[in-house]
């Protein structure tokens, strides 16, 4: 299978200090690639690096037809703005010169419901505030999708809904997901692949082999504790 | 009887009006509002030396606003510093040079504007300006949206973040340049600054707050012209204008914050 995503020898530094160093890893079509490792491991700028969106030595080279949607961490998203969570999907949709009925129907789709999308944005739940920037990321028919911490500060239930919704998606529009996450039971549960970032080696391989105590030891420098578990849907 | 002069610089008041609020509106979500109170300080180099060589004091407002814009924009984008604080740096000199350049006696008008008749090519390159800002706004439109709401994700989504910021500061700047001729260094970045606070605090979505910001802004410019014709011809309507923006923005304080 041609891999969706390599990633060959990157080095990403600001100024002086090197964050992330001589990294390699592929990414199949349909793979789900947990991204793992300590604060300040380097998590968020090996996305925002794989977005183009910083600059990187080394290789980093997506399939010709990935298209990319992106989920940002809720931090880095200001809430405070006078904007209806339509106008964002609205914004985007003209932007990319997408028929206007694409908004609603990715909308139905996430569980977004006409009176949310007149909502300020401002008001809404964390959870429905994240199904509206899952639909952002929806918009423009993306076939993998990269996402930053996507539940970090959501209440278990609505944890749960996000990553049944993802699975959904995963299925119906065989997307590649990039997750971005601290939780170690999730991650163990729905990735094929997890990549460890961390201030030593790199590891790379499925949750089986990577998450033992051991390894993330060494990851996190200290004892780690998870809950392996299976659902079944 | 109004004559054409005046007709011509009330109805391009009341364009730039429009303009402020909705550049203002922008300006607010971007977090930048104070920095219209500073960037029109940045004229104030260019009047003075205007004042003092006898040339048209727009011109001389227009070369040191441009090179102020270019100047924060350069700076934002080699430090990384906010806006504002770049501003801050730009200001305080301007300011200062500012107060040197202007002979004594022009000073008041470089700072609080003063009611003048405009000529036809001065009233058709004002309405130039106005509609410049509005089509450029309206044109990126959505990619401020998406820049103000969250940066990396208008990245992603295709939007030259660096670009939008040297269009916008330039917008913002233009603006400025309007609303000197009447309202001053000083004042003419409160128009920018009052109705889109007045708007923000009335809505919670995007066209009423638009809508809302031009309206108090065109409020206070029309009534502040009404004011200094008929009840108060001894004052020059920009301090009149700011005065009844900001009372329109107290009277926006009596009801609740629209998404408290």
């Known amino acids: ?233 | 009887m109004f004559h054409p002069g005046e007709i011509y610089a009330v109805v391009l008041a009341l364009l730039f009006a429009v303009a402020a609020g909705l550049v203002g509106s922008f300006a607010l979500m971007k977090r930048m509002l104070l920095a219209s109170d500073v960037i029109s300080h940045v004229a104030l180099p260019g009047l003075g030396l205007a004042f003092l060589y006898g040339f048209n004091p727009l011109i001389g407002g227009a070369a040191t606003l441009l090179l102020g814009t270019l100047l924060i924009w350069q700076l934002q984008k080699k430090t990384g510093l906010a806006t504002d604080a770049m501003i801050g740096v730009v200001f305080a000199g301007s300011v200062a040079i500012g107060a040197v350049l202007t002979p004594k006696e022009d000073l008041v008008e470089a700072l609080f504007g003063r009611f003048q008749d405009l000529s036809l090519p001065a009233f058709l390159l004002g309405v130039g300006a106005v509609l410049a800002i509005i089509l450029v706004l309206f044109r990126f439109k959505d990619e401020l949206i998406l820049g103000l709401f969250a940066p990396e994700l208008a990245a992603a989504t295709g939007v030259k973040l660096d670009r939008l910021n040297l269009y916008f500061l330039l917008v913002f700047s233009l603006a400025v340049l309007v609303g000197l001729r009447f309202l001053g260094a000083l004042l003419a970045g409160s128009l920018i600054i009052i109705p889109a606070a007045t708007g923000r605090r009335l809505t919670s979505d995007l066209p009423r707050f638009l809508l809302v910001s031009c309206l108090a802004s065109v409020a206070a410019v029309g009534l502040g012209f009404a004011v200094t014709r008929y009840l108060l011809p001894q004052f020059s309507p920009g301090p009149l204008i700011v005065i009844i923006s900001a009372g329109l923005f107290i009277l926006s304080l009596l009801k609740k914050p629209a998404d408290a």
């Open chain 1, 1 to 233: 299978m041609t891999p969706i995503l390599s990633v060959r020898d990157l080095t990403i530094k600001f100024g002086n200090r090197t964050i992330i160093q001589h990294l390699n890893f592929t990414v199949d079509p349909g793979d789900n690639l947990a991204i793992i490792g300590p604060n300040g491991a380097g998590k968020t700028v090996l996305l925002r690096a794989l977005l183009n969106l910083l600059l990187y030595e080394g290789v980093i080279q997506w399939s010709r037809d990935a298209r990319l949607g992106y989920v940002p961490q809720k931090i880095a998203a200001d809430r405070h703005l006078p904007l209806h969570v339509n106008d964002l999907l609205a914004a985007k949709a003209r932007l990319l010169k997408l028929p206007v009925q694409g908004v609603r129907s990715i909308s139905d789709r996430v569980g977004l419901t006409p009176e949310l999308l007149e909502t300020s944005i401002g008001t809404l739940s964390g959870g429905e505030f994240q199904k509206a920037l899952i639909a952002f990321a929806l918009l423009g028919d993306p076939n993998v999708l990269l996402f930053d911490e996507p539940t970090a500060s959501l209440d278990e239930l609505a944890e749960e809904h996000i990553y049944e919704l993802l699975r959904d998606l995963q299925h119906e529009r065989h997307l590649t997901i990039l997750l971005v996450s601290h939780d170690l039971s999730i991650v163990y549960q729905f990735a094929t692949q997890v990549l460890c970032l961390s201030k030593g080696k790199p590891c790379f391989g499925p949750p089986r082999e990577i998450l033992t105590p051991e390894t993330l030891q060494a990851v996190y420098s200290a004892p780690v504790k998870f809950y392996e578990h299976h659902h079944d849907h």
